[in-house]
């Protein structure tokens, strides 16, 4: 209940510097890509699309490449010593030409990195100052760090202190916490690597719900080991696997066709498992 | 814990080593202070604030200009370079391309390495009679400022790009990841994460500067007056122990001795404002 009347809020306080939200989730089509760091190939022929307004999740074994192809689509692969082949078009335009505005694109899109990294400074702060860089100013600013906390259910937990220093959070609410702040960016395309990873089952309630309502006027690329999460939220799923050390899509397509009929030998034998799991849970 | 035997054994040796280096400087404090006794604790010790000049053949030992001197020559190379190392370690860290950095970093490890001497001697053949041309002998405050800071810079420099590098990468990231700017992430997360490294890294080059005695003497003119310009001679401490000791005897030689003491507790000064601020630090990281 106290979720959706969050959520309702969240929609309600659109200002002007949202009005970019209004235009609509892009599409993001990944084609030919190749990833490699220093000689050593970590991606290949990465070929699919995370539809607009739609969860995609990215599954796959562990060292598979999954993060590294999820810093490409934001350009944070320019910040390693490594080299991208391909294109990633993110609606008409190829983010990988050089010519693209790496700033801009970032400001379109949101990412929750695997690991939480929170800013050494205060709870308060990790979320305003951003925003200040932002242009937000005034009252705007403390009603946007209330909202977004409350957004994934970290509000309660850390109101009485947000003065204090964001790195004794415990690493759930750490995680919570950049996701918050990713939010309050309000980005149209959100890159979440394993958002629930630290999670105890009551916040990845949480945020799976919030996930779930980001979804139409997010679009959301999402990794995940939990291949039940998967299964729960994604319209699409592709599978990353590995052959010879190099992580390739061996299958992606709409969730259900993919776990129930997979195509690809590889896949059925990664997401079988889990699917004798589930089955058997359920 | 546990603790196993041969830890135990390293450790003893360890605490040894400690105390043999901690002796020394204790060693070296009470043998200034032994030499220094008989000016310092007696009637001459006031002296050293009261006499109209620093002039030891005819009895006046007013330190107070070659401390001026030591001051000013640390402050004025100080605060040249600081911005200098500050500018240049943000460009290798975050604009320069990788390469530049690299190379970068290793020209300033060379310049690092070359003695002072000889920093002097560039300063004596090419710096004095370039300030000479624009006023006074060339041999000056402004001169010894120039010298000192170019002495320090390469060193810390590599100090604050090491402080700037020791920032996590998950920090840059995060930021860079939120559209905010190179500008905006080195202000907001790289800056004053690593301030306590550059504040550390200013204080050590301060105590090189007070220290540093050839360079400053080739190039500052040495006039034990009180140093009133840019453009005017100035002797600092350790210029004066080392111009005056091969002759000094007596109460000359204890007041040397005395102004020894007074450049070691200005170093102290120094160190102990580092470690405060390291203890600083360490219990804000602990409390948060
Ligand atoms: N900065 C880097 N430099 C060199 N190699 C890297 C770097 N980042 C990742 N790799 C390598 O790329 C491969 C893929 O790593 P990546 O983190 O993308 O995997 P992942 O699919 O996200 O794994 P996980 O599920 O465990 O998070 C790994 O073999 C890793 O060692
Ligand atoms: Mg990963």
């Known amino acids: 209940m106290t979720k959706s009347v969050a959520f309702g809020r969240k929609l309600q306080h659109t200002t002007p510097q949202d009005i970019s939200l209004q235009s609509g989730p892009p599409a993001i089509s990944i084609r030919n890509l190749g990833l490699s760091y220093g000689g050593h190939k970590v991606l290949k022929n990465i070929n699919f699309e995370a539809r607009a307004g739609k969860i995609t999740a990215l599954v796959g074994p562990s060292g598979c490449g999954k993060s590294s192809l999820l810093s490409v689509v934001n350009r944070l692969s320019d910040l390693q010593a490594c080299k991208v082949e391909g294109e990633v078009f993110i609606a008409e335009d190829n983010i990988l030409h050089s010519a693209v505005n790496v700033l801009k694109l970032r400001r379109r899109i949101g990412m929750v990195f695997q690991k939480p990294s929170p800013f050494p400074m205060s ?9 200040r860089e932002y242009g937000v100013k005034g009252d705007q600013l403390e009603k946007t760090l209330e909202d977004n906390l409350r957004l994934v259910g970290l509000w309660d937990e850390v109101k009485t202190r947000l003065n204090d220093s964001a790195l004794v959070l415990s690493g759930g609410q750490q995680q919570r916490l950049c996701f918050a702040r990713c939010l309050s960016l309000n980005p149209k395309v959100l890159l979440l690597d394993e958002p629930c990873s630290a999670l105890d089952p009551r916040s990845t309630q949480i945020i799976e719900a919030l996930i779930w309502h980001l979804r139409e006027s997010h679009t959301i690329l999402m990794v995940t080991h939990n291949l039940a999460q998967a299964r729960r939220l994604a319209d699409d799923v592709a599978v990353c696997c590995l052959s010879d050390g190099v992580g390739s899509i061996v299958e992606s397509g709409k969730t259900a066709q993919v776990f129930d009929f997979p195509a690809h030998p590889v896949t059925a034998e990664y997401l079988g498992f889990e699917t004798a799991e589930v089955r058997s849970s359920d | 814990m546990y603790r196993h035997k041969v830890d135990i054994k390293f450790v003893g040796l360890l605490r040894l080593l400690v105390m043999l280096a901690a002796c020394i400087v204790l060693l070296i404090f009470g043998f200034l202070l032994t030499e220094a006794w008989p000016f310092l604790f007696s009637e ?41 190392a500050l500018a240049t370690a943000i460009f290798c860290q ?43 002998s060339g041999a000056s405050l402004l001169t010894g400022i120039l010298v000192l800071s170019l002495m320090i810079l390469p060193t810390g420099t590599l100090l604050a790009i090491a402080a700037l590098k020791q920032v ?27 301030g306590h490294g550059m504040l550390n890294a200013l204080l050590l080059q301060s105590t090189r500067a007070i220290g540093e005695t050839m360079a400053v003497l080739m190039v500052c003119g040495n006039s034990t007056l009180f140093p009133f310009g840019l453009f005017e001679p100035v002797r600092t401490l350790s210029a004066n122990i080392a111009l005056e000791m091969a002759y000094a005897m007596e109460m000359h030689r204890a007041a040397l001795y005395s102004s020894a003491l007074v450049l070691m507790v200005m170093v102290f000064i120094l160190l102990f404002l580092n470690q405060f601020q390291n203890r600083l630090e360490s219990t804000a990281n602990g409390k948060s």
């Open chain 1, 123 to 131: 709870i308060r702060e990790n979320l305003l100052f951003p925003l």
């Open chain 2, 44 to 84: 001459h010790g006031g002296q050293l604030f009261t006499d109209a000049v620093w002039h030891p053949t005819t009895g006046q030992y007013n330190l107070v200009p070659v401390i001026l001197g030591t001051l000013y020559t640390t402050i004025g190379a100080v605060s040249v370079a600081v911005p200098f």
């Open chain 2, 94 to 136: 975050f604009y320069a391309p990788r390469w530049f950095g690299r190379l970068y970093t290793s020209v300033m490890e060379v310049l690092a390495g070359i003695p002072s001497v000889v920093y002097g001697f560039w300063g004596l053949v090419v710096l004095v009679p370039l300030v000479a041309s624009w006023q006074g």
């Open chain 2, 168 to 194: 996590p990468s998950e920090w840059i990231q995060g930021s860079y990841a939120l559209g905010l700017s190179r500008w905006a992430t080195i202000k907001n997360i790289a800056l004053p994460a690593s």
